[in-house]
């Protein structure tokens, strides 16, 4: 016998059970968490699991596994990241018990000056084309790792990436719908064809795919080191290209750069340490969210009520006008970072919330009285990194170099325009960053090496995890595909432009007598496509001496231990 259901019963029916029946976990849990006791990658991209797990194995550590596993992705994804990008990683190393912060992103160019944009009428920078395009930090990030970590030579740590580059690997579904929609956007664009096309066809899933000037330029990095990219024949070929284009970046702006070594900052979340980088990037805004979320309790029941959602929203309405009002390069601008981490400041802020009205207008405080790819690796000594690199808006700016095999990123698109803000664009600065990595602690000892993947979503993506983790009693799989909550406008962005009314987007999975209410208080509330990040984590248990393993299921990849 068939039972026929009105249309939105079957829709709310079908986003409300799980995919299939598990006899352990969650609902919703894709699967078990994977358990290895000598290390454990955990990447966006089979391939590039199984590049880093050769690395250790063949005694590497962490970071060798690392920068093998990044080289692979920016050959295998390059639809959300490569060496024409950026890089942050936070290191655990065990032989000292500390952890590192490395901020690997590149500045604007020093020719380029704010009355260039003002002269062409714009007010904001280009998304794509020559001028957002700022100096690419990824293979300094990499050379920097290398050298304070690093056992293996380059070269090994490069080779993976080298020999796929050359022989070709085959597509997988994720990317090839991300490479089609890049073809449609950027077909038109010098050498975008010749690099990521099959004849000026786009990509399929399964289609074996080679960029034989990808793994020249890497053989290049091997031989000559960090160098070769910003003095040697790649820096001549970039800057001649962006000139061409119209662009500024030049040599002297790529022999300039610097990584800079910088000291994570931590709140505590109920006896959890979380870790993240100071500005330019935004991980602060995750600590700030959890300071507010830390006034309220809750307990694992309360997972997706209407109360959840509620406060999650409106701590971040708050931090996101902190964000668009203070962070920005350390080195231009005097940011608050003690004074916005400050528990009484938080208290504060939570005092604005109403428990049960959604705020239509909000303001930043007054401390003083912003596609990507996450990976995470651990080895069998105890290191642990947390590592996220990006081209922003999946591929960047579309300017591929000629026979260079990558493209560069477009990440000065998030400078303002405004000469008053404090991410102000200027020469030689850096830019606001949204990508975030994060580690946390518990009694000095690390519990967590973790990242959540997508722009402006990512510190909402921690404090999800964070709270899934401690307040919700998830396991790290679980965590991570839970359904997620995004909120998006209703703030001021980092450029300083009003993002507009704001509204709730929520995964499938929330009932919908939960949305009623949420709309009761006043919220918007839609569903999103592909805006919720992606995910990887990986836990220590200290007790056990054993590691977790915990992958993104919206993406191709997973975790891999031994």
Avoid at 20 to 43: F, Y
Avoid at 242 to 269: C, M, T
């Amino acid at each position: 016998m068939r039972y026929f259901l009105p249309p939105f019963l079957y829709l709310l029916l079908i986003t409300t059970l799980p995919a299939q029946d598990r006899i352990t976990g969650r609902p919703w849990a894709t699967r078990s968490e994977v358990i290895a006791q000598n290390g454990m990658v955990c990447t966006s991209h089979p391939l590039a699991n199984q590049a880093a797990i050769d690395i250790l194995k063949k005694g590497g550590n962490a970071m060798d596994a690392a920068i093998a596993a990044n080289a692979c992705l920016g050959l295998m994804e390059p639809t959300g990241c490569g060496i024409g990008g950026d890089l942050f990683a936070i290191v655990w190393e065990a032989k000292t018990g500390k952890l590192y912060g490395l901020n690997a992103s590149g500045r604007s160019p020093q020719s380029l000056k704010l009355s260039y944009f003002r002269e062409k009428g714009l007010k904001s920078i280009p998304s794509y084309g020559p001028l957002p395009v700022t100096v690419p930090g990824c293979v300094d990030g990499w050379f920097s790792l290398h050298q304070r970590f690093g056992k293996l030579s380059m070269a090994a740590n490069l080779q993976p990436a080298i020999q796929y580059a050359e022989t070709g690997f085959p597509v997988t579904e994720l990317i090839a719908y991300y490479l089609q929609a890049s073809a449609r956007r950027f077909g038109s664009y010098p050498n975008f064809n010749d690099t990521y096309t099959l004849g000026g066809k786009a990509l399929e899933k399964g289609d074996v795919f080679r960029n034989p000037a990808l793994a020249s330029t890497y053989r290049m990095l091997a031989e000559k080191g960090r160098d070769a990219f910003y003095k040697g024949p790649i820096a001549r070929s970039i800057a001649a290209f962006i000139k061409e284009q119209g662009g500024f970046l030049s040599e002297a702006d790529l022999a300039a750069h610097r990584s800079e070594w910088v000291e994570p900052v931590s709140v505590n979340y109920r006896g959890y340490d979380v870790w993240e980088l100071p500005p330019n990037g935004q991980g602060i805004a995750a600590l700030q969210m959890l300071n507010i979320l830390e006034g309220y309790s809750f307990k694992p029941e309360d997972f997706g009520t209407a109360r959840h959602i509620h406060l999650f929203t409106e701590a971040k309405k708050l931090v996101f006008e902190d964000r668009a009002r203070y962070y920005a390069d350390p080195e231009f601008a005097k940011i608050p970072v003690k004074e916005l981490l400050d528990k009484s400041y938080a208290a504060r802020r939570r005092a604005l919330i109403q428990p049960d009205r959604a705020a239509t207008q909000v303001l930043a405080g007054d401390p003083f009285a912003n596609n990507t790819i996450y990976l995470t690796v651990a080895d069998a000594e105890g290191n642990m990194v947390s590592l996220i690199q990006s081209n922003y808006r999946g591929m960047g700016s579309g300017m591929v170099p000629p026979g260079l095999g990558f493209m560069l990123h477009d990440r000065g698109e998030l400078f303002s325009l405004d000469s008053t803000h404090a991410n102000a664009y200027a020469p030689g600065k850096r830019p606001f960053h949204t990508i975030i990595p994060a580690f946390i602690t518990k009694d000095g000892q690390p519990f967590l090496s973790f990242g959540v993947m997508g722009g402006d979503f990512q510190p909402l993506g921690h404090v999800q995890i964070v709270m899934n983790l401690v307040d919700f009693g998830m396991n790290i799989q679980e965590a991570g595909d839970a359904p997620r909550i995004d909120h998006q406008g209703g703030n001021s962005d980092p450029t300083g432009i009003s993002t507009g009314a704001g509204q709730i987007l929520l995964e499938s999975g929330y009932d919908y007598e939960t949305i009623r209410q949420l709309m009761q208080m006043g919220h918007k509330v839609g569903y999103g496509l592909g805006g919720y990040g992606g995910y990887q984590a990986i836990r220590w248990d200290a007790k056990r001496k054993v590691y977790f393993g915990a992958s993104e299921s919206r993406k191709d990849g997973g975790a891999v231990g031994y």
